[in-house]
């Protein structure tokens, strides 16, 4: 087999590619494209390729295998030339839901992934990314909050509880868990807490609105093992984020803590929830320039859903502001005017397109009573972890599959 023609790219081509380009030659945290993502594109192929090896031993299967991965990206990013990625802390994210190159944690998610292929012997993992929510309480009365309807009432899980779920999903092999709530950065002991205790096999990331995310505790968290933060920041204007949050200093602490959170190199994006009237060239555009300006590497865009505090109200976006949205995430994202913008996340983009990998496929939602869901805004309720017979329920919902898509 000639490895060669696996790499779809010869030194000729890299060396003839645009100059590098990065975000700050200084920074920890760096975009990288051009020259530099060239080489380390083909460094990062190069180690699938080993990696495949060491799954399969005949050579057939090595070709349909990297061709699999090569469809599986452009399945999650689009059908486009990769254009940047991320550098932090010496790892490479292309996007937020894929564990940084080159840890074990990423070998193990692409042998899992490889498994979907054809299955392997070696141990895989049950799930991408999981989302646990350890706490209901929130000083935060945000219009779009999907857990609206269990906001700042009485606690049902206990951190032994929490520790418990942890271990039985670090158990059954997941990359990420993201911690939420509610809002999980009111208790910060017990996230030090559930992050000394958990095993370094997953990447820990908190979902949070930046609240009191200081300097101090940006760096404590980094020391307890976390990987990133998603941050929302829901407007590009302070007195409108306020408004939208119902919290006065909301703008300042996602804002200020995106800041911290870079400084002490952990792995940011700002989650912006984009409703129908933000949607315009000219608002996506600020937002992007504020990202930039604050030096977080990622930007989500989630699209509002009407479940929580939405349930019930029209707030599904047209067709006109989607075409909107899909053509600003592709200029951002592949052309060679923003390659020192952060990299946009959306998950919309490839369900209309792909699917949904939730509802217990790839991902799921454990809420704060432990109670199974598709994902944060498909609240299906299938069971509980904490049962004997969680992984029985767990299959059920899996069957199902997201409910949405």
Known sequence: MNKSSLLNGSIADILSDELLHESDKNASI????????????????????????????KPVLWVGAFKYLVQLRKHFLGDFKLKKMVKI?????????????????????????????????????RFNHVYVA????????CDHCYAWD???????????DLKNIIGKLQKMGTAQIHLTGGEPLIKPKLLFDLLDSSLPTTNFWINTS?????????????????????ISLDHFNEEDHNNFRKYKDAYYWATEGAKN???????????????????SEANLMRYMKLAKELGVPFVQFLEPKDVGHYDGKQVRLSNEK????????????????????????????????????????????????????????????????????????????????????
């Open 30 to 57: 760096k975009l990288i494209s051009g020259l530099s993502l060239r080489w380390q594109h083909l460094k990062l192929r190069v180690s699938l390729i080993r990696l495949i090896i060491t799954l399969y031993s």
């Open 89 to 125: 802390d010496g790892k490479f994210y292309m996007g937020l839901y894929t564990p940084g190159w080159n840890d074990t944690i990423y070998k193990k998610f692409i042998s899992s992934e490889l498994n979907n292929f054809k299955s392997i012997k070696s141990e895989v993992l």
């Open 134 to 141: 350890v706490t209901k309480k929130c000083p935060l009365q």
């Open 150 to 160: 269990i906001l700042n009432k009485k606690e049902q899980l206990r951190p032994e």
């Open 210 to 230: 930046g609240y009191k995310l200081t300097d101090e505790r940006a760096k404590n968290l980094k020391a307890s093992g976390l990987t990133g933060l998603f």
């Open 261 to 279: 959170a870079v400084i002490n190199n952990l792995v940011v994006a700002l989650s912006l929830c984009v409703r129908e009237d933000f949607i």
């Open 322 to 405: 989607t075409k909107l949205l899909e053509k600003f995430y592709e200029k951002m994202n592949f052309s060679n005017d923003y390659l020192d913008f952060p990299i946009i996340n959306y998950h919309g983009y490839y369900q209309r397109r792909q699917g949904c990998y939730a509802g217990g496929n790839r991902s799921m939602y454990v809420d704060t009573d432990g109670n199974l869901n598709a994902c944060p805004f498909c609240h299906t309720n299938s069971g509980n972890i904490l049962d004997n017979s969680f992984e029985n329920q767990l299959e059920i919902m899996t069957k199902q599959g997201c409910p949405s898509y």
